[in-house]
Nanobody
Framework: QVQLVESGGGLVQAGGSLRLSCVVS????????MGWYRQAPGKQRELVAA???????NYADSVKGRFTISRDNAKNTVYLQMNSLKPEDTAVYYC?????????????????WGQGTQVTVSS
């Protein structure tokens, strides 16, 4: 089993900052890519930022220059630093990782999701 727990969401005024964290735990053999997605009411879930095990990252155009993704491999944790927040950033933010887990039958690679954390930006 692999569990992802996000934290750091909340209510902030436009122009403010938040830092999201996601800790991965469980029977982990290795973690590959990690990322943050978001879903606003009535919209599809979209990629915000992703970071590979080597540290290279990519971002949605809407957050480039404002958000920074990072990871601490020793702590199995991924972060999302969000600056200059806008009302349109309001959404539930989900952490996702591609990991290889130890299962009863051996190693299994798959995608795992957190439960989400609400980010609300007021104008």
């Amino acid at each position: 089993q692999v569990q992802l727990v996000e934290s750091g969401g909340g209510l902030v005024q436009a122009g403010g900052s938040l830092r999201l964290s996601c800790v991965v735990s469980g029977s982990i053999f290795s973690i590959n890519a990690m990322g943050w997605y978001r879903q606003a009411p009535g919209k599809q879930r979209e990629l915000v930022a992703a970071i590979r095990s080597g540290g290279s990252a990519n971002y949605a155009d809407s957050v480039k220059g404002r958000f920074t993704i990072s990871r601490d491999n020793a702590k199995n944790t991924v972060y999302l630093q969000m600056n200059s927040l806008k009302p349109e950033d309001t959404a539930v933010y989900y952490c996702k990782c591609a990991a290889t887990a130890r299962q009863t039958m051996g190693l299994m690679t798959g995608d795992y999701w957190g439960q989400g954390t609400q980010v609300t930006v007021s104008s």
